[in-house]
């Protein structure tokens, strides 16, 4: 899979500016998805697994570690870890009835789908953020601003040209 990580621009001063800018983009995907028909899903699909590819992994990889260490919320950083492979397990069903010409269930499948994503979002945004926020000191939280805008830059997924 190819992914535009244009798609997904660093937007915000600190993880969690960036993160919840990443929500509004993933939450208009979802409304898209949900609304879409014949070619058009197949394309918001696309679109919404790799913004999500690149989201997920800033958070599995930086975010949900420093909600456990920084904010000392272990429990929390299961349970976001745990609904994301969850929800990575519901878009894999989906692109499995697109690319299997199986869509009989998709709308309904693509309504729980985002609604779980909705769901998961919310919770970071009010309780998981805001407890990382408090408790992170200036230097945590610049340290965490930093190290996701590094990791951001370092994401190029693309198909290498054969010769």
């Not at 696309?46 to 992994?57: D, F, P, R």
């Amino acid at each position: 899979m190819q992914i535009d990580t244009t798609l997904l621009p660093v937007r915000g001063n600190d993880a969690v500016e960036i993160l919840r800018n990443d929500h509004q983009v993933i939450k208009t995907l979802l409304t898209e998805l949900t609304e879409a028909v014949g070619p058009r899903r197949e394309q918001v699909l696309e679109q919404l697994k790799g913004v999500l590819t690149i989201h997920n992994a800033t958070e599995e990889n930086l975010v949900y570690p420093a909600i456990n260490k920084v904010a000392g919320s272990k429990l929390e950083a299961q349970h976001l870890y745990h609904e994301t492979a969850e929800a990575d397990t519901a878009l894999f069903e989906l692109d499995s009835m697109l690319k299997e010409r199986d869509e009989s269930e998709f709308g309904t499948k693509a309504e729980k789908f985002a609604e779980a994503v909705r769901h998961h979002i919310e919770e970071e945004e009010q309780k998981a953020f805001p407890r990382l926020q408090e408790n992170a000191d200036a230097r945590h939280s610049e340290i965490l601003a930093e190290s996701v805008k590094t990791f951001r830059k370092s994401l190029h997924f693309e198909t290498p040209s054969i010769a």
